[in-house]
């Protein structure tokens, strides 16, 4: 089984490598340094010759804030780049495995998304992936795409990480506490794709395993809520206090969805996997990180 992995050092990126010699796969993962998916020729010339089962992409444009004012560069990244590595998948035969986001959604539904339903994204960023997701499926008829939210690791920036960084310089904590959504973590969703890495090489086209599918850790909170499980975890009753504040009192260049919660049934049944709380994989990253500090 040999995955061609783009992306390095990203949050998912590291999970898969972390994980992957627990696997009977053979990974080679490609950098951004030897292939910048802001040029897309560059991931035809990264495929040619190579003959992998499965190509998994973990890279992607994901600074949220910047590409309001990035477009070109967030497009080509999230959306051109994927498109011609699916494109490549289908004529070599392998399949592919690619991640979107709940920022395809305006979050104005009031329930969790289906797959089903209509995404209005409300940013670039939500725009280029949306656009990459459509392109993957449209391009490569045997790839998943699994659209995950509130990706957090004991690696890289993300939430967790910030929210501890705050703690220890002692910041006040106000965090936004009308944002809903399912936390994720990293090492599930690579978990995940390894775990499904060989059925999905032998699948053929038409499987029910391929198409597009939401991937997120069980339960729903708000970035305060969030905040106040990560402080709990790693400080316990020294935790500090969270302030919630409203989306407005903190204005950013890109608008996020007030509750983009993935509804994740369609995944649950389709692979018979169940989703674990986002408390329990919060623990385990809380924890890895403890042992680092
Ligand atoms: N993080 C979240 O909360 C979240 C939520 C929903 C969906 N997702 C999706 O989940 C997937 C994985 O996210 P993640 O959290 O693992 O992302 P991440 O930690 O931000 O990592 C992004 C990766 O993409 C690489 N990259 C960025 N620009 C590139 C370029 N021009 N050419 C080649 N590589 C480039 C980065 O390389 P460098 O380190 O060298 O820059 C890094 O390895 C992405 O598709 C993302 O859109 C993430």
Redesign the pocket.
């Known amino acids: 089984m040999k995955i061609l992995q783009?992306?390095?050092?990203?949050?998912?990126?590291r999970e898969l490598l972390r994980q992957a010699p627990a696997w009977p796969v053979e990974i080679t993962a490609i950098?951004?340094a030897e292939?910048?998916?802001?040029d897309a020729q560059q991931v035809a010339r990264v495929i040619s010759g190579r003959k992998p089962d499965l190509i998994v992409?973990?890279?992607?444009?994901?600074a949220v804030d910047q590409a309001e004012t990035d477009v070109a560069?967030a497009f080509e990244?999230?959306a051109q780049?994927p498109a011609c590595m699916a494109g490549l998948c289908g004529a070599d035969g392998a399949a592919m495995v690619?991640?979107?986001?709940?920022?395809v959604f305006d979050g104005g539904k009031g329930t969790p998304y289906l797959e089903t339903d209509r995404p209005e994204p409300l940013s670039v960023y939500g725009r280029s992936?949306l656009s990459g997701e459509q392109l993957v499926l449209a391009a490569c008829p045997r790839a998943l795409v699994l659209?995950?939210?509130?990706?957090?690791s004991a690696h890289?920036?993300?939430f967790v990480k910030t929210m501890l960084r705050l703690a220890a310089e002692g910041q006040p904590l106000r965090v936004v506490d009308d944002q809903f959504g399912r936390p994720?973590s990293?090492a599930d969703l690579a978990g995940f794709v390894l775990a499904n890495a060989e059925r999905l090489a032998g699948a053929p086209v038409g499987d029910p395993h391929f198409g597009l599918f939401h991937f997120a850790n069980a339960g729903e909170t708000s970035w305060k809520g969030f905040a106040e499980a990560v402080l709990e975890d790693a400080l316990g009753a020294a935790a500090p206090k969270v302030v919630g504040i409203q989306t407005a009192e903190r204005p950013s260049p890109a608008k996020r969805p007030a509750r983009g919660t993935l509804d994740t049934t369609k995944l649950e049944q389709t692979f018979r996997y169940r989703p674990r709380p986002w408390r329990e994989a919060l623990a385990e990253i809380v924890a890895e990180l403890n042992v680092a500090a």
Do not use: E, L, P
């Open positions: 783009f992306g390095t050092t990203g949050q998912v990126a950098s951004r292939c910048d998916f802001n992409n973990a890279a992607a444009y994901t560069s990244v999230n780049s690619h991640f979107s986001t709940d920022y992936k659209r995950t939210s509130w990706v957090v890289g920036r993300n994720t990293a």
